[in-house]
T-cell receptor, first 115, second 110 residues
Framework: ETGVTQTPRHLVMGMTNKKSLKCEQH?????MYWYKQSAKKPLELMFV???????ENNSVPSRFSPECPNSSHLFLHLHTLQPEDSALYLC??????????????FGPGTRLTVT | ELKVEQNPLFLSMQEGKNYTIYCNYS?????LYWYRQDPGKSLESLFV?????AVKQEGRLMASLDTKARLSTLHITAAVHDLSATYFC??????????FGQGTRLTINP
């Protein structure tokens, strides 16, 4: 596979469930990102990881828990979500050149519905 | 904090016509990005504009950047149906945070 892949592509979960979203990048990049795209807001950055270390948490509620075991994989663990968390969750990666990033490449997204 | 605003948010146009999408941003941004998103699909990178006066063209799309006016434009020439999509601009806040505009949903009618 090439580029950035995400699984699952669609997920329906109840508010008491625990689930995880997975992202894998095959581009040799060292930075990975989670974004949320909902119907009524612009695309929002959630988390940034550089070299497996979290460098940005954009005031995301603790019911979202990211994990980055290595530079190629990124997870988003979900628990006790609310219906307003229903959205498209996009993963992206980039090559961090030091002070400025190269462009970000996005995965296909996971469409999450919380019932 | 960087804010990015696009206009129009919705644009319906006929094939063969020209039009421009505008992207205003509130504070200094070293780079300006344009992305395309088809329904149900992910974001595809179109352009990265790095400096004042930068102009890039790909097919019927041309993007430009005026850092003094804090304005980027995406110009569509002789539109075709295949260009129907949602277009996003994004500025860079700090080293890695992309701040996106609301998106412009473009529909091109035969």
């Amino acid at each position: 596979e090439t580029g950035v892949t995400q699984t699952p592509r669609h997920l329906v979960m109840g508010m008491t469930n625990k689930k995880s979203l997975k992202c894998e990048q095959h581009l040799g990049h060292n930075a990975m990102y989670w974004y949320k795209q909902s119907a009524k807001k612009p695309l929002e950055l959630m988390f940034v990881y550089n070299f497996k270390e979290q460098t940005e948490n954009n005031s995301v509620p603790s019911r979202f828990s990211p994990e980055c075991p290595n530079s190629s994989h990124l997870f988003l663990h979900l628990h006790t979500l609310q219906p307003e968390d229903s959205a498209l969750y996009l993963c992206a990666s980039s090559q961090d050149g030091g002070t400025r990033i190269d462009e970000q490449y996005f995965g296909p997204g996971t469409r999450l519905t919380v019932t | 904090e960087l804010k990015v605003e696009q206009n129009p948010l919705f644009l319906s146009m006929q094939e063969g016509k020209n039009y421009t999408i505008y992207c205003n941003y509130s504070t200094t941004s070293d780079r300006l990005y344009w992305y395309r998103q088809d329904p149900g699909k992910s974001l595809e990178s179109l352009f990265v504009l790095l400096s004042n006066g930068a102009v890039k063209q790909e097919g019927r799309l041309m993007a430009s950047l005026d850092t003094k006016a804090r304005l980027s434009t995406l110009h569509i020439t002789a539109a075709v149906h295949d260009l129907s999509a949602t277009y996003f601009c994004a500025g860079l806040q700090g080293a890695q945070k992309l701040v996106f505009g609301q998106g412009t949903r473009l529909t091109i009618n035969p």
